[in-house]
């Protein structure tokens, strides 16, 4: 796994996250610029603490049944 990959990995983490803080300030009816910075902060360092952690489960070979049961189909009782 390359870097392009961990890059969309954060990608895809940060952006919802930012967008769904910055929905929150607006609802709140504080969109000052500060408001605005403080959700692209709080979504950066969530998305890389995230992916901080999915990369060194990689790199240490350790196995996750959460993160590969994500997308697969189960059996439903």
């Known amino acids: 796994m390359g870097a392009a990959f961990w890059i969309k990995r954060y990608l895809l983490a940060a952006v919802p996250l930012f967008a769904i803080l910055a929905i929150v300030e607006?609802?709140?009816?504080?969109t000052t610029q500060a408001d605005i910075l403080s959700a692209a902060a709080w979504a950066a360092i969530a998305a890389a603490i995230f992916v901080g952690t999915q990369y060194r489960r990689y790199?240490?070979?350790?196995?996750c049944a959460a993160c590969d049961a994500v997308g697969k189909p189960g059996k439903r009782p």
């Open 59 to 63: 790199r240490k070979g350790q196995e």
């Open 26 to 30: 607006y609802v709140k009816g504080t």
